[in-house]
């Protein structure tokens, strides 16, 4: 650690959170969860963080989610898909990494007494090496991922590679969604966040579903981060309808498919092809190197309509799990509290869901 220090810097929780965004805004591997108008709002200011800079510049940073047990007088200091430390038209530095984690783990398990939990960002390039980086420096795997399979799509293929890669069926289903006149729309605008937020409670009310996905951060986020943040909208109307939209967050060289939803008429029409067709096809143009369409959640469809759209060219990634470092015994307990209370709520939203157990 002092070796560390003769060369970079820390700062911790003195960066304001507009200053903050456009810091992350200059790094491949940003992630929503990263960002301050995400992690404040959604974490409701139970967020920190902290900045590592070399001969001044901002160099690596992570948005920690803090969880404290008043009785223990310790907690769980989470960073979920982060640390970040890939700044764009650099290339990556594996002693940055280790320099961001080291300051991580002196300020949030040494100094403060808690568990420090550590999520990768998933990454078809990246997400291996962080894990044994991780592995190396003593921190341990603990928990595995109930939803572990991630969904990338190739986004350096041609239009034509591409097309080629989709499954036989997901091809097949697309072509019959192109003869159908849909009118793709791409928007940043507050009035379309609100009309997709509207389409995704219609969506759960229709299935009987009570979701915690917060789909609407979508509108904070669109009216709170720097333009190179602003996650767009792409929504599938069909006679003045709207049928299908999604919330796609632009993050460094990933795009994610954030939140979804589609309406009783977008089935026959497979709308949702034609509208993920459009959005592939923008986001190749517009130079990301990934499309993360996230997990499945244990629904065989959703999985194979995943599967089918990354394709051959494709790639699924198996996320490890959350890993673990702690230095005081009553922040490992801390934190084995808090995943357990977390882990419950997923057993009763899941049986609410599906009236069973999810599958090990």
Known sequence: MDNMHATYTVEVDSIENTAWDEIVSRFADAHHEQTACYASRHW????????????????AGARVTIFKIPILGRGLAFVRFGPFWRAEGRDADPAIYRAVIEALVKEYAVSRGNCLTILPRPSPDFQDQEYAFLRDMGFTRRRDMLDAERYFVDLSLSEEAQMKSFSQNWRYNLRQALRTPLEIRFSDSQEDAETFAALYQEMMSR???DSATPVHMTSALIAGLPPR???RLALAFHEGHLLA?????????TAYYM???????????NAGYALQWSIIRRLGAEGFRW????????????????KGLAGRAGRIVT???EYDFWTDPLGRLAADAVFGA???RRLRRYGAKYGRLPAT
Do not use: C, N, W
């Not at 796609?248 to 060289?253: A, E, T």
């Not at 939140?259 to 029409?269: D, E, I, K, N, R």
């Not at 499309?291 to 995943?306: Q, S, T």
């Open 342 to 344: 977390r882990y419950l």
């Open 319 to 321: 996320m490890e799990g």
């Open 229 to 231: 943040l602003k996650p």
């Open 291 to 306: 499309y993360d369409l996230g997990g499945a959640a244990h629904e065989p469809g959703l999985r194979h309509f995943k």
């Open 259 to 269: 939140f979804g939803a589609t309406s009783s008429a977008a089935l026959q029409l």
């Open 44 to 59: 409701k200011g139970r967020d920190s963080h902290l900045l590592l800079r070399k001969g001044g510049e901002a160099v």
């Open 207 to 209: 299935k009987g579903f």
């Open 245 to 253: 939209g999604a919330t796609i967050g632009l993050f460094g060289d």
